[in-house]
């Protein structure tokens, strides 16, 4: 059995908000949106097929690189959230920005190494080697100190020098691709006048870790891999594992889920791409 193009093409130029759909317009829109989806990247990220705040609204076309071009309203609707919880944001799957419903957002933080509290979690992390010493530092400044911009992040952390700029870099994704830490504002600070504000997540958002507690890692991971077909119509097991980050072995339990649930039916080709696919049922002919 195969997937129809044709139904898969209608299905993502609804999930996608692509024409006949109309462009969103506004960030109240852009807020619905998320909602709806679940989770989406803010710029389309290449090689993987998942909606973004972008496309919905610049249409399917390249970032333009013109500061001036119409598509970039999005900067300003993505900016002028932080803090205000509408979402939630930050450099998540596969440490790219991600905005999330604030309703899915327990599913994620159930899958993150944050088991307890936030002020022991890193230290065991750091101890067993799953932490580098620069991401301890990061994130402790800000325990410590509070919320506060990427200069005087640095600065707090020990990590105001040039060569600490590619430690310092990868410990703020590692922290946001955790939920550990996440931008809560913008600053105007350093040579550009525009600076990410981080603060602890627990401390923005202090009902997310009773909202997961109640969430089992398979419950979580269910959740999560159903969202990702109801946005994408189809998929091949290898999306899933990279999008997530999670084995071979689990995304296969996973799928093995969705696929006994009715959700999905496997199996599939596509005429255009090799391999084995996953598509929803209502997209197989």
């Known amino acids: 059995m195969e997937i129809s193009p044709e139904a898969l093409s209608a299905y993502r130029a609804r999930t996608f ?19 709806e989806r679940g989770f989406v990247f803010f710029w389309p990220i290449s090689g993987v097929d998942m909606p973004s705040l972008w496309v ?11 500061h001036d071009d119409p598509g970039h309203m999005t900067w300003g609707w993505k900016d002028g959230a932080l803090g205000k919880r509408v979402w939630y944001y ?38 067993e080697g799953r932490m580098t010493l620069a991401t301890k530092q990061v994130y402790e400044a800000l325990l410590k100190d509070g919320a506060m911009n990427t ?26 691709a955790d ?22 997540v627990t ?7 009773e909202k997961a507690r109640g969430i089992g890692e398979a419950e979580a991971r269910q959740k999560l891999a159903a969202l990702y077909f109801q946005n994408v119509g189809a998929a091949q097991a290898r999306d899933v594992s990279r999008l997530f980050g999670w084995s071979p072995e689990i995304t296969a339990r996973v799928i ?6 009715g959700l999905v ?18 997209l197989v002919v």
């Open 151 to 176: 200069l005087d992040l640095r600065k707090a952390a020990r990590m105001s020098s040039a060569q600490s700029d590619g430690e310092f870099n990868k410990a703020l994704e590692f922290l946001q």
């Open 90 to 127: 930050a450099k998540m799957l596969r440490k790219k920005a991600t905005m999330i419903s604030l309703e899915i957002a327990p599913y994620f933080y159930a899958l993150s190494e944050n088991y307890g509290s936030p002020e022991d979690d890193y230290l065991l992390a750091y101890e």
């Open 203 to 209: 401390r923005h958002f202090p009902e997310l870790p």
């Open 265 to 282: 039916q496997g199996g599939l080709i596509r005429r255009e791409k090799a391999g084995e696919w996953f598509a929803l049922q209502e």
């Open 179 to 200: 939920f550990k830490i996440l931008p809560v504002g913008v600053a105007q600070a350093g040579a550009w006048k525009y600076a990410f504000i981080y603060d602890v």
């Open 256 to 261: 093995k889920r969705l696929v006994d649930g």
């Open 17 to 35: 908000h692509l024409p006949p759909m109309p462009r969103i317009q506004t960030p109240e829109a852009a807020y619905t949106w998320v909602d």
């Open 56 to 66: 919905a609204a610049a249409g399917d076309r390249p970032v333009a690189d013109a």
